[in-house]
């Protein structure tokens, strides 16, 4: 999930995830040269864990007390951007966080995290390997992390209003969003598009048919020309909003993450206003994306740590989790015990000939964070 | 003449709408039964039942008003230490940085402030070892620094339009300074204390940006829980408990308010009476 706050938010953090960068670099020899005895000594019976807001199943942390007796005291957090903050500035309290796979990319490379000790995780077993493949274009060889959930981007529609446009047609192709003749079509009735300037410019390229992980200036430019022609068309450029404007009819076309158009799909059942929210992964392929559980090197209570990924990664608790927050998860053990809506909705779980086509949103380096924070910039203003 | 009185009544009626009507919509919307919060559904409860079930949110409230309460004590105190220097000591060395001090946290953006403070907790921790971590203690502090800019204001305005010649005649009575303070000059500017504590409180319990800098685990204030909450959009348990918070301030500011009128009305009296008395 690349969620993110607004942009002036976070041009702050930005400049905070600098300043602190700068300032944890004295302090990594310190912490872990004070690692070592801490880790002989017997740990209290407490974990800090520090997740992505309405993520997880409710009764999955008090089931983890009651079987382990470890104390859980669970913070959410609502951008990556936070995050990072936190864990850049070092000694942030917390023995679990979850950041997206392409921000953990980066923070594994600021020595952020410790590696995992295997041995203690021995659920690790049940790992799809496919995924685990893909995971290990952002963690080498899944040293730092494990596969929490995982999702795509693609297209959320209102069913009814769409169909009223494109007769029996169907959405499923970026080209209805970004070639301005067919996006014209959606004009009237509001399309909205995810403030997450990474992922749109790269499913943009990815349209175009160039390579969407590039980070050449040619191409960056490339895709944000091509986004100031559909600019017109669009209403919305939010990261969160589209969830309840899909479910009462206000958008019918939203670009946004897997997860939150199903959950405007329930909220416009439950509403039961004649609503129809649905989700559909582009032909052309899209970005799918990973939330990683991963340990900061600083942890007080590593071993609880381990103790807490290995139980999310037991099999029922991995479908629990699933079955609550409408995210596939990335255990293999786990699919038959899924609830049979949520496994057989390709939006959930993609059909083996989509997720051929899915591929990794990688981290920018530091030139192309700068153009498409400056293009970026541009679309939003339309100018 | 009338003219006048009906444009004023509008102006009036427009200028409270505009004040009450987001505030009527969100009581209004907590009792709706849909979970979209833009489409009303019929009257319920539930989301009322909902809430007290919802632990992340009710221990987020309780920490919130147990630091604000904290931290506006605390900026009481100090405020009205530096408000009393800056407006009784005269000219002292310093004074201009003492009083550029405080109020700079008046201008700077909270994006600086947050930021700056958790660099300074990094750095105190990394040298000293405290604090260890950050969290509720940090939070406190660092809304510390905050409002007792606010205190201090408020409590210098008030002493500098206050008569220094009761505090002069008690000290010609032979009373120690200390005592003056407590005897004379605290019971007169408590209303602006009082005004002062609740604007803390108030401040504090309504950050979210110094908040999120500063805080560690198990330290998540309410705003951050609801802001963390409103990505996937405002579910109405929160209009809930903002309806409640929204009662309970009216109580508390209604009350603050009988009280302040009534101090201010014994002043009067007192004041008229000394007059005459002259």
């Known amino acids: 999930m690349s969620r993110a706050l607004n942009s002036s938010v976070r041009a702050g953090l930005a400049v905070a995830s600098i300043a602190l960068a700068v300032a944890a670099c004295g302090k990594k020899e310190e912490a872990q040269q004070s690692q070592a005895p801490g880790a002989a000594a017997a740990e209290e019976k407490i974990l800090h864990v520090y997740n992505w807001s309405d993520y997880i199943a409710e009764d999955t942390i008090k089931n983890f007390e009651a079987q382990t007796g470890i104390k859980v005291t669970y913070d959410v957090f609502d951008s990556n951007d936070m995050l990072e903050t936190r864990l850049l500035a070092g000694n942030s309290g917390f023995d679990v966080v979850v950041p997206s796979a392409s921000f953990l990319e980066r923070q594994i490379k600021a020595g952020v995290f410790q590696k995992l000790d295997k041995s203690q995780i021995p659920n690790l077993q049940h790992m799809d390997p496919d995924i685990q493949q893909r995971v290990a274009l952002h963690d080498p060889n899944n040293e730092h992390s494990v596969t929490y959930l995982w999702g795509t981007t693609g297209i959320g529609y209102n069913v009814d209003k769409v169909k009223k446009i494109l007769g029996d047609k169907p959405l499923d192709s970026w080209n209805q969003i970004f070639d301005p003749k067919e996006i014209a079509r959606f004009k009237d009735c509001g399309v909205s598009v995810l403030d997450a300037p990474d992922e749109i410019l790269k499913v943009v390229l990815q349209w175009m048919g160039r390579d969407p992980n590039s980070q050449k200036d040619e191409d960056l430019t490339a895709a944000a020309e091509k986004l100031q022609q559909i600019r017109p068309y669009i209403r919305k450029i939010h990261s969160s909003q589209y969830i309840d404007d899909l479910a009462n009819g206000e958008l019918c076309v939203s670009i946004g993450w897997s997860g939150d158009i199903l959950q405007a799909r329930d909220r416009a059942e439950e509403a039961g206003q004649g609503v129809k929210v649905a989700y559909s992964i582009p032909k052309e392929g899209t970005i799918v994306w990973f939330d990683m559980l991963a340990i900061p090197a600083d942890a007080k209570h590593p071993k609880n740590a381990h103790a807490f990924i290995n139980y999310l990664m037991e099999p029922q608790v991995a479908a629990n989790n699933t079955n609550f927050v409408n995210y596939a998860n990335a255990n293999a053990a786990s699919f038959g015990m899924v609830n049979d809506e949520v496994k057989n909705d390709p939006g959930v779980y993609p059909t083996p000939e989509v997720k051929a086509k899915l591929f990794p949103s990688l981290a920018y380096n530091e030139q192309a964070t700068a153009t498409m924070a400056r293009l970026w910039q541009k679309f939003t203003t339309g100018q | ?278």
Request: no cysteine; glycine share 8%; aromatic share 8%.
């Open chain 2, 1 to 278: 003449m009338k003219q006048s009185s009906t444009f004023r009544l509008s102006v009036l009626v427009f200028g409270f709408a505009f004040l009450y009507i987001p505030i009527l919509s969100l009581i209004v919307y907590s009792f709706n039964k849909s979970r979209l919060v833009t489409v009303w559904g019929g009257f319920s409860t539930q989301w009322y039942g909902r809430l007290l079930d919802n632990d992340q949110i009710l221990d987020a409230a309780w920490l919130s008003l147990k630091i604000a309460a904290i931290n506006a004590t605390g900026a009481v105190i100090l405020g009205t230490l530096a408000g009393l220097a800056l407006a009784r000591f005269g000219k002292f060395r310093g004074r201009t940085l003492l009083s550029g001090m405080t109020t700079a946290p008046l201008v700077m953006p909270e994006v600086i402030t947050g930021l700056s403070l958790l660099m300074l907790f990094v750095v105190m921790e990394a040298m000293f070892g405290w604090p260890a971590g950050r969290g509720v203690t940090t939070v406190t502090i660092a809304h510390m620094t905050l409002t007792l800019a606010y205190v201090t204001v408020i409590v210098q305005s008030r002493l500098s339009t206050l008569d220094d010649s009761l505090e002069e005649a008690a000290m010609d009575l032979g009373a120690r300074p200390s005592k003056i303070f407590f005897v004379i000059t605290l019971p007169i500017i408590a209303p602006a204390l009082i005004s002062g504590w609740l604007l803390s409180f108030t401040i504090s319990l309504d950050d979210l940006v110094i908040a999120s800098f500063v805080s560690g685990p198990g330290s998540s204030t309410l705003p951050m829980v609801i802001f963390s909450k409103v990505r996937m959009g405002v579910s109405p348990d929160i209009n809930a408990l903002a309806s409640i918070i929204v009662l309970l301030v009216t109580i508390g500011v209604i009350t603050a308010g009988i009280f302040l009128a009534r101090q201010e009305k014994r002043r009067q009296r007192d004041m008229q009476m000394a007059a005459a008395a002259k």
